[in-house]
């Protein structure tokens, strides 16, 4: 899915279909990839092992480069005793919740055509 929706991406952009009308289309597109790729990081977190807790920490690790976070969110899950249940309430809210998000905007994003 990841590499179809790439190569859909490089293909419009390599045409210059991103300009005029089809601006809104564009940016739902992006807005997907972005969701795409929240999906699946989720899938890896939700076993918690050692893949979901480095997974976890490299991609707070790219939040924390925010200066608007300063470089705390990745220390709240180097510790197991740090990870309490609420956190995989949320995991299962965002596996649920993210590809439903998903399917409303490629919906959005296809009425276009």
Known sequence: MVLTMWLHLARYFAFDRLRGFRWFSWVSGVALLALVYTAGANGYMLPWDRLAQFVITASFEWLDWLPSFGGALMRNFIY????????????????IGVPLLMLLLLWVHVQRV
């Open 80 to 95: 197991a005793s740090s990870v309490n249940d609420r956190l995989f309430s949320l995991l299962a809210f965002m596996h």
